[in-house]
């Protein structure tokens, strides 16, 4: 299978993940943000977020064993991971801790960035350029040392959340929060 069809079967099984995927109205759904996520790389700049990667990776081997039609190239399965990937996989772990559904604490991060408003109908240049921004924000972690502007946001840091990993950083939040 190419590769392009490949990934476009794993983006959509990804959104699967979290959101419907037979909805017609454009202002429900979000493909071409999902798609600009899926392209752009979560890059690990604290100590231990390479296990985010890691993660992020696995979902395509649990995406594979649910389509036992299709193989994963070792290039592919080898390839950055998303920041798709990785707001799926912190989802899961707030799910995990909290007890919510994926999907709820998915949209919950996308909310956090105000990425929630770029639907499919709304997406356009300057949609695409803010979110790059966005989330080379996250990625390069210049938002405030308290979290502001980046996923986990806090009231009382006791780190400067930018030198902190993501699991720690999701950790605290969580404490705080709820």
Known sequence: MPLEELDEQYLEWL?????????SARTRTYWKLFHQMYKTIFVALAPHDENRIADGRDLRYEFLAEREDLQGDLDWMRSPCSMLELFIILARQLSFEMDD?????FWHLMETLDLVQ?????????AEEEIERTLDRVIWRNY??????????????????RKVELW???NAYL???F
Request: charge should be neutral; hydrophobic fraction near 30%; aromatic fraction near 12%.
């Open 15 to 23: 959104y699967s993940q979290v959101a419907p995927v037979k909805v």
């Open 101 to 105: 559904p994926v999907d709820v604490w």
């Open 118 to 126: 770029f639907n499919d109908r709304k997406y356009n240049s300057h």
């Open 144 to 161: 405030e040392p308290n979290g502001q502007g980046g996923l986990f946001p806090l009231r009382n840091p006791t780190r400067d959340q």
């Open 168 to 170: 720690y950083q999701l």
């Open 175 to 177: 404490l705080e929060q």
